[in-house]
């Protein structure tokens, strides 16, 4: 329990020097600031793995499934690289939003930050009741598993068309009823004085659609993480990881979401493969380092074919011109 307390304590600590200090003034972050802190998140993911190490060598915190420290170690870097690739369409998806509402870049950062601690909390909740869910009934397993292969094929099968508008989204249409809606940005305000009546302005709608989003997300990344351990600690803390990291990750692909359209396909066979193995859990027995070797190599093929394309699609252009 005082590890739990610790990390939570740890990132809420954090958060606060983020707003309270490191961001403390609303300013666009431009692509070399978000590189920056996109390689220091993912840095200190991955030598977090090393603290799960030493945590399990110590029996420091509670080991339900009985995990040797260096197969706990696996688990908790191949369940933040699930997290950290499943986020990639959430990044499109916040891009759309901002758009969408017209959320100035120096004010997308305070939104996102919002976002996040609610994400925390909701990701916190789906994964105590989805762990719980699997150590009570163990055939739900085989629902996750058979929900992870349909996302799939319903991903590669989506059409170009069926792109989200936030505008003509259930939730801004609901959140309209239940409050007044501004057009118009108030510097980084979430709600205005409007005729003595309180309204929401843009940067709030924002707000609630991408928590909202990271919900419906999160009923894919959750089942995808549990096909990897049940264990809480390393499942709440990879995704915490993760999603800690999306906000610069956001801020570093933002403006060239389009060089990575293949990486969809990285994430098809991802799920598939997660899907696949909670199908046959019973039956196949995957090592760590297999699971981890596919889920890193799918993930590099995904990076480099869309990076590759991307240039061949520049050049051509440019010599059309």
Same mark, same amino acid.
């Given at each position: 329990?005082?590890?739990?307390?610790?990390?939570?304590?740890?990132?809420?600590?954090?958060?606060? #020097?983020?707003?309270?200090?490191?961001?403390?003034?609303?300013?666009?972050?431009? $692509?070399?600031?978000?590189?920056?802190?996109?390689?220091?998140?993912?840095?200190?993911?991955? #030598?977090?793995?090393?603290?799960?190490?030493?945590?399990?060598?110590?029996?420091?915190?509670?080991?339900?499934?009985?995990?040797?420290?260096?197969? =706990?170690?696996?688990?908790?870097?191949?369940?933040?690289?699930?997290?950290?690739?499943?986020?990639?369409?959430?990044?499109?998806?916040?891009?759309?939003?901002?758009?969408?509402?017209?959320?100035?870049?120096?004010?997308?950062?305070?939104?996102?930050?919002?976002?996040?601690?609610?994400?925390?909390?909701?990701?916190?909740?789906?994964?105590?009741?989805?762990?719980?869910?699997?150590?009570?009934?163990?055939?739900?397993?085989?629902?996750?598993?058979?929900?992870?292969?349909?996302?799939?094929?319903?991903?590669?099968? =989506?059409?170009?068309?069926?792109?989200?508008?936030?505008?003509?989204?259930?939730?801004?249409?609901? #959140?309209?009823?239940?409050?007044?809606?501004?057009?118009?940005?108030?510097?980084?305000?979430?709600?205005?004085?409007?005729?003595?009546?309180? =309204?929401? $302005?843009?940067?709030?709608?924002?707000?609630?659609?991408?928590?909202?989003?990271?919900?419906?997300?999160?009923? /894919?990344?959750?089942?995808?993480?549990?096909?990897? $351990?049940? /264990?809480?600690?390393?499942?709440?803390?990879?995704?915490?990881?993760?999603?800690?990291?999306?906000?610069?990750?956001?801020?570093?692909?933002?403006?060239?979401?389009?060089?990575?359209?293949?990486?969809?396909?990285?994430?098809?066979?991802?799920?598939?493969?997660?899907?696949?193995?909670?199908?046959?859990?019973?039956?196949?027995?995957?090592?760590?380092?297999?699971?981890?070797?596919?889920?890193?190599?799918?993930?590099?093929?995904?990076?480099?074919?869309?990076?590759?394309?991307?240039?061949?699609?520049?050049?051509?252009?440019?010599?059309?011109?």
């Amino acid at each position: 329990m005082i590890v739990w307390i610790l990390f939570i304590s740890a990132i809420l600590v954090f958060l606060a #020097l983020d707003l309270g200090v490191f961001n403390k003034t609303p300013h666009i972050i431009n $692509t070399k600031e978000a590189s920056k802190w996109t390689a220091i998140w993912v840095t200190i993911s991955f #030598l977090f793995s090393g603290v799960v190490y030493w945590l399990y060598a110590n029996n420091y915190v509670a080991n339900p499934d009985a995990l040797k420290p260096t197969v =706990a170690s696996m688990k908790f870097i191949t369940g933040y690289l699930i997290e950290l690739s499943l986020s990639v369409d959430n990044i499109f998806v916040i891009a759309i939003i901002f758009s969408s509402f017209r959320i100035p870049q120096k004010y997308q950062h305070r939104v996102l930050f919002w976002g996040i601690l609610g994400a925390i909390v909701f990701r916190g909740l789906m994964i105590f009741f989805g762990v719980m869910l699997i150590n009570k009934f163990t055939w739900t397993t085989y629902l996750f598993g058979l929900f992870l292969i349909y996302t799939a094929i319903k991903m590669l099968f =989506a059409k170009d068309d069926d792109k989200f508008e936030p505008k003509k989204s259930l939730i801004y249409k609901t #959140l309209r009823k239940v409050i007044p809606v501004s057009a118009h940005i108030d510097g980084e305000h979430f709600f205005v004085k409007k005729r003595h009546l309180t =309204a929401a $302005t843009p940067l709030f709608v924002a707000l609630i659609i991408i928590e909202v989003m990271d919900v419906l997300f999160a009923v /894919d990344s959750v089942p995808a993480i549990l096909a990897i $351990t049940s /264990d809480p600690f390393l499942v709440f803390s990879s995704n915490i990881f993760a999603i800690l990291g999306l906000r610069s990750m956001y801020f570093f692909l933002a403006n060239m979401l389009e060089r990575f359209s293949y990486l969809e396909y990285s994430l098809i066979a991802i799920l598939s493969f997660v899907g696949l193995k909670m199908l046959f859990h019973d039956f196949i027995e995957v090592p760590e380092w297999a699971s981890l070797g596919f889920i890193a190599l799918s993930l590099a093929i995904g990076i480099v074919v869309s990076l590759r394309l991307s240039e061949e699609t520049t050049s051509v252009s440019k010599k059309n011109t």
